[in-house]
């Protein structure tokens, strides 16, 4: 359908007591979400600016520096980002650039869902998570590749952490530096390297 410009996929484990199992869903929209919209422009702004992906960058950075890493391999690299909003949230990033994942080769895709199965696993044993959610960060639909955007899944452990500015500020406080959750999520077993 030509109409369809975001296709949204996502997983939040917290229906599970409500429909007894676990599922991933796929939303397609007629728009871009005003998330994903801020997303895009921002990364086409620094490649504006740099003529560089910023995830490519922030990838290459934070390789080098190794505080935020919770584990790489030859095609993905799985990190704690710098300032996120919510405690334990990581991004894992192909080493590829890619706008899309269905553009990622399959050796890519295979790593990817490994890694997140193993960083999925070390959040529900090590922090006792009943629940977590992780969304693919996607180019939109039918758009010629982007040099500037890079595809990514997100994932958070659904923690009751509630600091109770999120409500009433529309912002919230990161009680957990990520520094210190890389560092956390290394140590436990099952460590993709």
Known sequence: DIRLLHGAVFKDERDFARLGHSHTQLIALPFIPAAME????GAKRYF????RCVYCDVMKQEIRDRERIVSI?????????????HPFTVWLIPTSHQCRYEFASRECIRDVAHALTSVASKMKRGLDADALTFTIHNAPLRTAPL?????????RPLLEVDDGISASAGFSINPTPPEEAARFLKTLNGAVS
């Open 73 to 85: 391999n030859e095609r993905v690299v799985v990190l704690c980002p710098y300032a996120s909003p």
């Open 38 to 41: 801020k997303e895009l422009s």
């Open 48 to 51: 504006e600016f740099r003529e």
């Open 147 to 155: 040099p500037e955007y890079h595809w990514h899944l997100e994932m």
